[in-house]
Nanobody, 118 residues
Framework: QVRLVESGGGLVQTGESLRLSCAAS????????LGWFRQAPGKEREMVAT???????YLMDSVTGRFAISRDNDKNTVYLQMNSLKPEDTGIYYC????????????WGQGAQVTVSP
């Protein structure tokens, strides 16, 4: 089964950028749809972005135009480029993987903290 490890979180100021990486091991990421989720304190986890094997992407409305998801299948890695960050983007960001024909995510990373100061 695939194992996921996030990196790249940190503390930034409003308007700055961060890039999160999610490295996969144990399985080829071509078998999976990959997604980025986030959870703010006191709130439920929400889907931020997804990318299919063929590169089709989804972004939630509040990050469209600021964030971008991409994948490097040769490096078994998925990225989340976050620009023009806002305090409301603060949270723990998780990457997840699901099979193409399933809606259930079966693997999660440990999470990366992103904090955006006003």
């Amino acid at each position: 089964q695939v194992r996921l490890v996030e990196s790249g979180g940190g503390l930034v100021q409003t308007g700055e950028s961060l890039r999160l990486s999610c490295a996969a091991s144990g399985s080829d990421i071509l078998d999976y749809v990959l997604g980025w989720f986030r959870q703010a304190p006191g709130k439920e986890r929400e889907m931020v972005a997804t990318i299919t094997t063929y590169g089709a992407t989804y972004l939630m409305d509040s990050v469209t135009g600021r964030f971008a998801i991409s994948r490097d299948n040769d490096k078994n890695t998925v990225y989340l480029q976050m620009n023009s960050l806002k305090p409301e983007d603060t949270g723990i960001y998780y990457c997840g993987a699901r099979y193409i024909d399933s809606s259930q995510y079966l693997a999660w990373g440990q999470g990366a903290q992103v904090t955006v100061s006003p």
